[in-house]
C-alpha cells in the first residue's frame, strides 16, 4: 500500500520540488469566507491535513449557539470564543466535528461557563497559524501539522495558569439534543507533566444525517509540569468530562500543549503526535514548516503582477480554502487515506482541478473511494471521518473515479474501480441517517423501467421506502453519473455495460417539457405535474417532500445536462432558441421563487444563482453557444458581485473548496463543463497572466493580451501558437505545458 509522503518540512519541500512552486506568493487573507454566507473557518492547518485546530465563536457570551451560520464553528464578527477545537468543516452547509476543546482560563474564572472576549485587532490568521488575544490578557497561538497541533498559551506576569480540556464539546453538541458525547482519559500525568491519551466520541454528523458512532482518538503533552486536574462533570444529556489543568504560575507565563488525533487508536495519536511534534520540538519550527508547506502549494500558481489587488486577493484566498480538504485521515506511516468528500458539490470543479495542481493527491484520493465500496457496497455520496453520512443526491463519486481514469491516473486498482462505479449505480441501499432512515438511495428498477423516477413513488417489495422527493434532480444528477460510467465501461472495453449507461444517461429526455422548454416532474401515468412553478425553489426531500428539485428550480437544473450540451439544445429547438432561453435565465426576476426563503439559492444574477452548485457550469453553455461574449460578461459579473476580498465576500456557502475552485479555473480562463475526462469550456480570464506549476519541471504560461477590466470577451485563444478550435481544450494538452494565449477584444 502508498505510503502517506507529506511528514513535515523536508517532505513538503520535496513534494514541492517534484511539482514545482515558485517563490513570493502574495499574502493570503484567511478570513475571506468566515462571515456571512461562506461558512469558512481560519482554523491552523496544513493543506489537506486531518488537524484544523481554531476558534469556536458565539455572538453571545452567556449562551453559546451553533446554528446554521457556525456550521464551520465560527463567524468572524462574533465577539466570544468558546472553544478552540481541532477538527472543523470548511464551508459547508451543515453543522459537525469540532472536536476536543481547549481554552486557558483566567484563574478566577468558572470552567462550566467558560468563554473568552476576544480582542478584535489581535485576532490573526495565515495559512498553517492562528492566534488571538482576549480581553483578560490571554493570549493563544495555534500552529497545525497534518494530524497535530500546536498551542501556545500566554498568560499576564504572575497570573495562575489554566487550561480547560473539554471532551465534553462538539460543534453541534449544543443545539441538537439527541447527539450524545463521551470522552475518556486513559491515562493522565507521566514524569510531572501532562501527557495524555484518550478517546473522545460522539453520534452523528449532523441532526439530520445522525448515522454512525465517530471515535477520535487522541494524545497530549504539556511543556511544564501539571500541579492539578480538577475534572468537571458534563450536562445531561452528555456523557464526556472536562478537566480543568492547573500548571501553577510559570516562569515565563508560557504553557503550551500538543496535541494529536487519529481515527483508529490511542497508540496511533501517540505515534502521529511522536513523528510530527517530537519532544522538544520548539513552537516557532511547527508554524515555519506549516508555512512552508502552504507555500508549496500556494506558489504552484503565480499571478502577473498586474492582476488587479482585489483579485489577487481573492484568488489566493480560493486557492487556500481548496486545499483545505479532502482531509487526510490515513496515520502517519499508514496507508494513504482521505475522507471529507462533499462530492455533489466537488465534483464539478475541485476535483478536476486537483488533477491540475494537487495530482500527487488524486490516486490516494480515488483508493480511498474505492475502499468505501468494498466496505460499504456502494461509493461515498457525502463522507465524514471515514464513514457514510447519506446526504444530498446522486453518486458523484463515480465522475471523480473515472475522470481520474481517463485522465491517465493508474495508483489504484482499476478494475476495483470500475466494479465499484457499476455497483453503485446498479445496486440500491438503504440510508442509515435519522433524516432519510429506511428510505432508499437509489430507485434503479423504477429508473428503468420509467425512464424516470415519478413523483408519487412506486410500490416497492422490496425493503425500503420508495424515492419520492427531488425527483427531477435525482434523475439529472443520476443521468449525468450514468454517462461517466459509460465513458468508463467504454476505454475498459466492457461494450454492454457501456451501451447500458449510456442509453440511461439520456433519461433527462423523459422530464424535460418541450412545451415550455423546461424540466418538469412526472407521475406514474406520465403526467406532468400540476400546478407547476419553474421559479419555485426545492430545498430536498426532507424539507419538502411534495418538490422535485435539490436546492434549486426548474430553470437552473434545465441545463443540468453536461454530458450531452448538444441533445439539450436540440431539444429546445436549436442554437438560436436556446440561446433565447440561456439569456432569459439571466434576465429574468431574481426576487421570483424566494418567497419562502432563499435557502440556498443564493448569489443570483437573473435565476441564475452562483451561490449553490448546480449553476456553477450554465455560463460557460454561452461559449458552447458560440457567444463567448456573454459568457465573458457574466464571469465578469460574477468577480464583481458574487465573490469579495473581505469575510463576507461570498456569496454561498463555499463547500468544501468548489465556490473557491471556481473562482480559480475562471480566473485562469477555462472551466471544466462537462467535469469527467478532461475537456475545458474558455470563458475569459479575469487575470493579467499567470504561470502555473506542473509535474515534471514544465509549466503553463497564461498570457493574457489587451487584458482590462473593460475587456471581457475573448476575441481568440491559442495553445503554444495553434487556434484552439471551439474554444476547448483538452487536459492532456495543457499538461504538456507550454503557452495559452488569450487575446481580448478591445
Known amino acids: 500500500m502508498k505510503k502517506i509522503k507529506v511528514i513535515g518540512l523536508a517532505a513538503c519541500l520535496a513534494v514541492g520540488a517534484q511539482l514545482g512552486s515558485f517563490a513570493g506568493q502574495d499574502r493570503v487573507n484567511v478570513f475571506i469566507g468566515t462571515s456571512g454566507l461562506g461558512h469558512a473557518t481560519p482554523a491552523a492547518t496544513v493543506p489537506f491535513g486531518m488537524v484544523q485546530a481554531g476558534p469556536d465563536t458565539s455572538a453571545k457570551g452567556e449562551k453559546f449557539v451553533s446554528d446554521w451560520t457556525h456550521c464551520s464553528g465560527y463567524q468572524h464578527e462574533d465577539k466570544f470564543i468558546w472553544r478552540f477545537s481541532q477538527t472543523h468543516l470548511s464551508g459547508t452547509g451543515m453543522i459537525g466535528l469540532g472536536d476536543l476543546g481547549v481554552l486557558p482560563l483566567d484563574e478566577k474564572a468558572d470552567a462550566k461557563k467558560a468563554f473568552g472576549e476576544k480582542i478584535p485587532e489581535s485576532e490573526k490568521a495565515e495559512p498553517g497559524a492562528y492566534e488571538v488575544r482576549f480581553t483578560n490578557g490571554i493570549g493563544t497561538e495555534i500552529a497545525a ?22 471532551l465534553d464539546w462538539h460543534a453541534a453538541g449544543f443545539s441538537l439534543p439527541n447527539t450524545n458525547f463521551y470522552g475518556v482519559f486513559s491515562c493522565f500525568i507521566r514524569d510531572s507533566r501532562l501527557e495524555v491519551a ?3 466520541a460522539c453520534r452523528g454528523f449532523v441532526k439530520l ?30 456523557h464526556g468530562s472536562a478537566y480543568v489543568l492547573d500548571f501553577g504560575v510559570p516562569a515565563d507565563g508560557v504553557v503550551e500543549l500538543r496535541l494529536a488525533l487519529s481515527r483508529n487508536s490511542e497508540t496511533a495519536a501517540e505515534g502521529n503526535l511522536a513523528a510530527e511534534m517530537p519532544k522538544g520540538a520548539a513552537f516557532g519550527k511547527v508554524r515555519a514548516a506549516a508555512a512552508a508547506a502552504w507555500a508549496q502549494v500556494l506558489g504552484r500558481v503565480r499571478l502577473d503582477p498586474a492582476t488587479p489587488e482585489a483579485t489577487r486577493t481573492s484568488f489566493n484566498a480560493a486557492l487556500y480554502r481548496l486545499f483545505f480538504q479532502p482531509n487526510a485521515c490515513g496515520d502517519v506511516g499508514g496507508a494513504e487515506e482521505y475522507s471529507t468528500f462533499s462530492l455533489w458539490d466537488t465534483f464539478r470543479a475541485a476535483h478536476p482541478l486537483y488533477t491540475i495542481l494537487a495530482p500527487e493527491r488524486v490516486d490516494g484520493m480515488v483508493a480511498s473511494l474505492v475502499r468505501s465500496w468494498e466496505r460499504d457496497g456502494h461509493l461515498p455520496i457525502w463522507q465524514l471521518w471515514g464513514e457514510e453520512t447519506h446526504c444530498m443526491i446522486g453518486k458523484h463519486a463515480v465522475p471523480v473515479v473515472v475522470d481520474a481514469y481517463l485522465k491517465g491516473f493508474r495508483g489504484f486498482d482499476v478494475r476495483k474501480a470500475f466494479a465499484a462505479v457499476v455497483e453503485t449505480l446498479t445496486k440500491e441501499h438503504e440510508a442509515k441517517s435519522t433524516a432519510y432512515w429506511g428510505q432508499l438511495k437509489e430507485d434503479w428498477p423504477t429508473i428503468d423501467k420509467y425512464g424516470y423516477l415519478p413523483f408519487d413513488g412506486i410500490p416497492r417489495t422490496v425493503r425500503g421506502r420508495s424515492v419520492t422527493g427531488e425527483t427531477v434532480s435525482r434523475l439529472l444528477e443520476g443521468s449525468y453519473d450514468d454517462a461517466c460510467a459509460a465513458r468508463f465501461a467504454a476505454a475498459l472495453g466492457e461494450k454492454e455495460k457501456a451501451a447500458f449507461f449510456a442509453k440511461r444517461s439520456g433519461n433527462w429526455r423523459n422530464v424535460f417539457d418541450p412545451s415550455l422548454g423546461c424540466v418538469r416532474g412526472k407521475d406514474k401515468r406520465g403526467r406532468w405535474r400540476e400546478p407547476f412553478d419553474p421559479f419555485q425553489i426545492g430545498h430536498g426531500w426532507v424539507w419538502s417532500p411534495d418538490n422535485d428539485f435539490t436546492e434549486g428550480n426548474a430553470l437552473q437544473y434545465t441545463w443540468h445536462v453536461m454530458q450531452d450540451p448538444e441533445g439539450l439544445v436540440a431539444a429546445l429547438g436549436g442554437r438560436e432558441k436556446a440561446l433565447l432561453k440561456l439569456r432569459e435565465l439571466f434576465e429574468a426576476d431574481p426576487t421570483k421563487g424566494v418567497e419562502a426563503g432563499e435557502g440556498d439559492s443564493t448569489g443570483r444574477i437573473g435565476q441564475y444563482a452562483h451561490g449553490n452548485e448546480p449553476s456553477h457550469h450554465i455560463i460557460y453553455f454561452f461559449t458552447l453557444l458560440g457567444r463567448p461574449d456573454l459568457a465573458g460578461r457574466y464571469v465578469r459579473q460574477v468577480f464583481d458581485t458574487q465573490y469579495g476580498p473581505r469575510p463576507d465576500g461570498l456569496c454561498g456557502n463555499d463547500d468544501c473548496g468548489q465556490m473557491a475552485a471556481w473562482y480559480v479555473f475562471s480566473a485562469l480562463g477555462f472551466y471544466p463543463f462537462d467535469p469527467c475526462g478532461g475537456e475545458y469550456v474558455v470563458g475569459a480570464p479575469q487575470v493579467a497572466g499567470a504561470t502555473v506549476a506542473l509535474p515534471g519541471g514544465r509549466t503553463l504560461r497564461i498570457e493574457v493580451r489587451n487584458f482590462a477590466k473593460e475587456n471581457t470577451s475573448v476575441e481568440s485563444v491559442s495553445l503554444n501558437g495553434r487556434p484552439v478550435a471551439d474554444f476547448r481544450l483538452r487536459h492532456a494538452d495543457l499538461m504538456k505545458g507550454g503557452t495559452l494565449t488569450y487575446v481580448m477584444r478591445r
Open 145 to 166: 501539522s497534518a494530524h497535530s497541533a500546536a498551542y501556545r498559551f500566554s498568560f499576564p506576569k504572575g497570573r495562575r495558569a489554566r487550561v480547560l480540556v473539554d
Open 209 to 238: 444525517t445522525q448515522c454512525f458512532n465517530r471515535d477520535v482518538f487522541f494524545a497530549m503533552r504539556s511543556s511544564c509540569p501539571l500541579l492539578s486536574a480538577e475534572r468537571v462533570a458534563a450536562p445531561a444529556p452528555h
Open 198 to 200: 484518550g478517546k473522545d
